[in-house]
T-cell receptor, first 115, second 114 residues
Framework: DQQVKQNSPSLSVQEGRISILNCDYT??????FLWYKKYPAEGPTFLIS?????DKNEDGRFTVFLNKSAKHLSLHIVPSQPGDSAVYFC??????????????FGKGTKLSVKP | DSGVTQTPKHLITATGQRVTLRCSPR?????VYWYQQSLDQGLQFLIQ???????AKGNILERFSAQQFPDLHSELNLSSLELGDSALYFC?????????????FGPGTRLLVL
């Protein structure tokens, strides 16, 4: 049972336009969400996070929106650049089982930004 | 560069064999996590250590084990390997393993079981 879902395996966007990556989760106990970016042959790199007490967090070109009632979050990249082309993973922080740190990841969305 | 190192980068072995993957966390980080990424799968949490003690277990098979040593490096041992164990194995570290901490990932070890 996948608790974090990224239903779009890929997304193609023109340079300069907005990229919107979506993520849905099923576990209402999740209260911390993160986005990671991954280039080929590298490990995931932390991008931005959001706590469930907020509905928006912004860092430069990257903004994450959280809709708790819909159990949905999205990552907006504006403007998109060719260097943003990578696989983006959504992750949620689990609180149960005595662990507070391990992350539950989605399967990722491959973003291609075309010049 | 995240500061997390993993060795080896690539590993090719045969079914039934045993391998050890090594991870050195970022300087100052006490918690280490292991994740597995199979083809077309997201990263699956395997196990977490904090300052030498196991803190949490995820989807880790009984054939797999891990430990964290006094110098805080960690090893993931995979035994009786099967074809399906072929995957990327990532190590991550964070300061204390608490909720909300950013985890920093190493470059991964690509394991191929033939």
């Amino acid at each position: 049972d996948q608790q974090v879902k990224q239903n779009s395996p890929s997304l193609s966007v023109q340079e300069g336009r907005i990229s919107i990556l979506n993520c849905d989760y099923t576990n209402s106990m999740f209260d911390y969400f993160l986005w990671y970016k991954k280039y080929p042959a590298e490990g995931p790199t932390f991008l931005i996070s959001i706590s469930s007490i907020k509905d928006k967090n912004e860092d430069g070109r990257f903004t994450v929106f959280l809709n708790k009632s819909a159990k949905h979050l999205s990552l907006h990249i504006v403007p998109s650049q060719p260097g943003d082309s990578a696989v983006y993973f959504c992750a949620a922080s689990a609180q149960y089982g005595g662990s507070q740190g391990n992350l539950i990841f989605g399967k990722g969305t491959k973003l291609s930004v075309k010049p | 560069d995240s500061g997390v190192t993993q060795t080896p980068k690539h590993l090719i072995t045969a079914t039934g064999q045993r391998v050890t993957l090594r991870c050195s966390p970022r300087s100052g980080d006490l918690s280490v996590y292991w994740y597995q990424q199979s083809l077309d799968q997201g990263l699956q949490f395997l196990i977490q250590y904090y300052n030498g003690e196991e803190r949490a277990k995820g989807n880790i098979l009984e054939r797999f084990s891990a430990q964290q040593f006094p110098d805080l490096h960690s090893e993931l041992n995979l035994s009786s390997l099967e074809l399906g164990d072929s995957a990327l194995y990532f190590c991550a570290s964070s300061v204390s393993g608490g909720k909300g901490e950013t985890q920093y990932f190493g470059p991964g070890t690509r394991l191929l079981v033939l």
